[in-house]
């Protein structure tokens, strides 16, 4: 094993102040991250806790996990700054907990927002946990208290694929691959939320609060003219002694997630770990000098080599072709004992780099290795000299091997990534297991400046053809709105408020989130690879 060196002078007065302004950053994480904590307004909170006496939906989690285990939340800053205007969170809580040493989805209706009703975001949120959840075979443990749809936004809800019918979709795709769900009818489920549980293979109904129907009591009266109360129509006895839509009655939210806990315990042998784990190590630079490596100026490229050194275990990295298209670092190291192949970008993917990275993934497929691709890339070589190398048919075995290969695919963004190269870097299209982003992470079909300028050159063109000119102050208004528009869009909170990162982590959160990723991903089965044609 090679160690990684890296000459950062952390006394130097650039390093400081790029710590400084990084420390920043992630100060503005931890408040997005409590803003999401809070749920909805406090009158909602009060209601929910004081007068119905339930357990609010984060503190759920907390009870039903084993204690003292982490919970890996996936989409905690959903639907920030939507215009569909749901509170950062979307109304739902989705991630990994551990429940009697089994990994489990959890999926939380947030009733404090808007009566834990679907919006658009939530939809998506929902199917996104489900589709993990299928990709690690994880159970499902659904806590449901919700209204259904959102109705104002019906458009972004109902009558498409990935919207709120894709959750049952999925949920009998899970059923019939043998993946349990759980749910825990809280309080009152309409429509759409008594669908998620009646798909359920076990549904435990809190009594006095847990309400399920397809139409509420005011519902009923308007279509069919009958009167009849919430208890009658879908309390606890009823479904669980009349209808037979649910299993089991709790006396109150503890006691629920108690026998969901025990439901848990009886889904059988645990999955078994398919990888050796080695014993993990520390790396030689403590982790949190990335503050003050990565520049605060996004001109400068950061030094991924720098960033590895302080993300594996002993800085050891066996490096692939190291002296051949240098541009894309590729090697195996460990993180907290789990082998993996790092791709890591060092500038402008070229030819060679772009071939080199196509046989590094093929390695990996074959000894079962998953992969993580670092990425911090403004793009493939463009130009004539390009072109005739083949680039496009480079880029195209790179792509090509990326999407082919069916081992655990990790991205983290750690920079710009940007164009072709934040696609071909497993960009969100290309279904990575997880697609996680350092605050600095930024990704978009061009960096701002590119796009002003490239829309500048196209408008250039069209008044030059039509025998007009404009001045350079004319320039630079037209292109202020367009480089504005970019700026907003390319940051890693609008990508994780859209749910196309699923996280923004701490650069120090990093080691211990990708172990825990790669620890539920080693517990499910391997998958071959069947490559697609490389051109040659
Ligand atoms: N669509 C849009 N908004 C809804 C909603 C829905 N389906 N259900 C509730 N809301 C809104 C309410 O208007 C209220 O908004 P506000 O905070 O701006 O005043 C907020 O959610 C909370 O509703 P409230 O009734 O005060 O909360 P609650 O906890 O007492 O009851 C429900 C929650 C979900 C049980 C109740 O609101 C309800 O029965 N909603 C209708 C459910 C329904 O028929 N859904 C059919 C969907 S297909």
Redesign the pocket.
Known sequence: MSILKSTVNPQSDSFISNRDYYLERIKELHQRRQRAHLGGPEK?RK?HTEHREQILPRDRIRVFIDPGSPFLELGELAGDNLAEGTEIGASLITGIGIVNGRQCMIIVND?TV????YYPMTCKKHVRAQTFAIQHRLPCITMVQ???????EQEGIFPDEGMFGSIFVNQIEMSAQGIPQIAIVF??S???GAYIPALCDEVVIIRGKGFMYL??PQ?VKAATGEVVGHEELGGAEMHSSVSGVTDHIAEDDAHGLSIARDIVRNLGNLPKQRWDVAKSAEPLYPIEEIYGIVNKDTKIPTHNRDILARLIDGSQFDEFKAKYGDTLMCGFAKIHGFEIGILANEGVMFSESAKKGAHFINLCCQRDIPLLFVADVPGFMVGEHAERGGIAKDGAKFITAMCSAKVPKYTLITGGSYGAGYLAMCGRPFKPNAMLAWPSGRSGIMGPEQVANTLATVREDILTREGKTWTEAEREEFKAPHRKRFEDSEGAYNFASKLWYDAVIDPSETRETLALLLDLAGRSPKIETNFGVFRQ
């Open positions: 909602a209601r009733a808007k009566g834990g009703t919700s209204g259904g749809a959102f109705l104002p309080g009152s309409t429509a759409g139409g509420g519902l």
